[in-house]
């Protein structure tokens, strides 16, 4: 059974860092692509970085390039989001899901680790 | 960027036919992928590749594709299809994702 998991939110001042986790299980890791995607309390999903499956590519939305970093860890299989200079406006939940790169769809989401921007 | 618009809700009676459309330039040329979302839940994926689905998914859904339109169809309507629901492409000029601004289906 494909299982995610997502760690690491909570509150953050504005300015503030935060890195996210997503531990992947029941299957083959490494030859996935991963994804972040947010929603925003109330509102709609926003795709925010992909990877590839050996972590050599990167993308990211416009709103977070230069703030944000994708990374992985196939050993551990572990997806990562370090965000840092975080706004009030990244205040959402986070998903890591399994993605299929990009005319595939995201086949597997993990269930959110909520991320606060408050002082 | 690339945009879908969705209507913000639609209602339906039980065992009625709700419709869903996500609307987009040339959405027909792409590939259009439906999500269903229930309150405090993660997304799941319900139709794929315009009107694929998924295991597990009951053939009460199902998805069609043309023009500037994609749609998500659910034929007998059950209390527990109440959820948002959310249509989604890859945009290949900006190399991102889009989601649609998401439906929410009330069942009366």
């Known amino acids: 059974e494909v299982q995610l998991v997502e760690s690491g939110g909570g509150l953050v001042q504005p300015g503030g860092s935060l890195r996210l986790s997503c531990a992947a299980s029941g299957f083959t890791f490494t030859t996935y692509w991963m994804s972040w995607v947010r929603q925003t309390p109330g509102k709609g999903l926003e795709w925010v970085a992909n990877?590839?499956?050996?972590?050599?590519?990167?993308y990211y939305v416009d709103s977070v390039k230069g703030r944000f970093t994708i990374s992985r860890d196939n050993a551990k299989n572990s997806l990562f989001l370090q965000m840092n200079s975080l706004r009030a406006d990244d205040a959402a939940v986070y998903y890591c899901?399994?993605?299929?790169?990009?005319?595939?769809?995201?086949?597997?989401w993990g269930q959110g680790t909520l991320v606060t921007v408050s002082s | 960027s690339y945009v879908l618009t969705q209507p913000p809700s639609v209602s339906v009676a039980p065992g009625k036919t709700a419709t869903i459309t996500c609307g987009g330039d040339n959405i027909g040329r792409k590939s259009v992928h439906w999500y269903q979302q229930k309150p405090g839940q993660a997304p799941v994926l319900v139709i794929y590749y315009d009107y694929d689905r998924p295991s597990g998914i009951p053939e009460r859904f199902s998805g069609s594709n043309s023009g500037n339109t994609a749609t998500l169809t659910i034929t007998r309507v059950e209390a527990g299809d109440e959820a948002d629901y959310y249509c989604q492409v890859w945009d290949g000029s900006s190399d991102h994702y889009v989601f649609g601004t998401g439906t929410k289906v009330t069942v009366l």
């Open positions: 899901a399994r993605d299929g790169q990009q005319v595939a769809p995201f086949d597997y």
């Open positions: 990877i590839k499956h050996d972590g050599s590519e990167t």
